[in-house]
């Protein structure tokens, strides 16, 4: 089982597509109790590989990718069943291809299961480059909490570890669902081709520091600042490429609004933040949680309060 990713400075574009190593590191938190839970089983019994997600068996793009986290364990396991088919199967316990990090939760908890059934004795940063195969984001949905992905060209580098940080005790993640699709590997794919791309690849190393340093002091307010920013530098990325996506509806310009006014007019702690799609996290505390769950209810959404999840395991507690 595997929690989602709120992206805190995303990462976006990668230098290499079949291993997807990202340009740069990238820091996100999990979210829970919003998860996915994954059984995996090699077994003789069965013709071929077979990946099934919320009832419906995967083809095409889709097989493809977990097809990559799965070989990438099966040559990292000396246990001889691993040579048999397998049957995986996954479920997620909210919408996908909304902006909710289901592809993070999806193959984080793909990984952590196939390490399971292939007998690796690996660490969760070595399981984090299983994941990273199927998305680049799950690396960090296996370490879990506030993690960071740091860019290199192997497994090695190119690996997740947590942040050490508190400010999962009262921080509440208000999600303002707008239901509109997306395909965050397309964005992707044409990254580089913005002319956006090398601004931001300037400037996010130093966001990237700040983050963790905001992190480790625990401090909220510039921790979340970092993450609304660095929200209004990647849409400009993904809007300038060459398909020209542009992810925000209406709703999630009203609640970007609505956060602001909260916080100038009423000096609420609250921040907004999008990874690629239309649906919006706000971050504020515990103590404001409600309050903001109800003016964000108000811009025609619907709305939950989360928390912060751990990291990939094969238990069934899902909380920090």
Known sequence: ???????????????????????????????????????????????????????????????????????????????????????????????????????????????????????????????????????????????????????????????????????????????????????????????ADSHMFQARNAHIHSQIAEMRDALRNNDFEAAFELAEMDSLSLAATTMTGPSGWVYWQPETLSIFNRVRQLREEEDIPVYFSTDTGATVYVNTTEEYAERVEEEIADCGVSTTIWDVGGPARLLDDHLF
Do not use: W
């Open 1 to 191: 089982m595997a929690h989602p990713i709120q992206g805190l400075v995303k990462y976006h574009g990668m230098r290499d597509d079949i291993k997807r190593l990202p340009y740069h590191d990238s820091i996100s938190l999990c979210t829970a109790p919003s998860h996915t839970r994954t059984t995996v089983e090699f077994s003789m019994d069965y013709d071929e590989d077979t990946f099934v997600v919320d009832g419906e068996e995967l083809d095409g793009r889709a097989h493809e990718r977990v097809e990559a986290v799965v070989e990438k364990a099966r040559q990292k396991s000396d246990a001889a069943h691993t040579v048999y088919p397998v049957r995986l199967e996954s479920e997620n316990s909210f919408p996908s291809n909304v902006g909710l990090g289901s592809s993070s939760s999806g193959f984080a908890a793909a990984a952590m299961a196939l390490a399971e059934a292939a007998e690796l004795d690996a660490s969760k940063p070595e399981i984090s480059t299983i994941a990273r195969v199927g998305s680049a984001s799950a690396a960090r949905a296996v370490t879990g909490a506030f993690s960071q992905l740091h860019t290199g060209m192997n497994d090695q580098d190119c690996r997740s570890s947590r942040i050490p940080t508190d400010l999962h005790e009262e921080l509440k993640i208000v999600v303002g669902l707008v239901p509109y699709h997306k395909e965050t590997e397309d964005a992707h794919n044409e990254a």
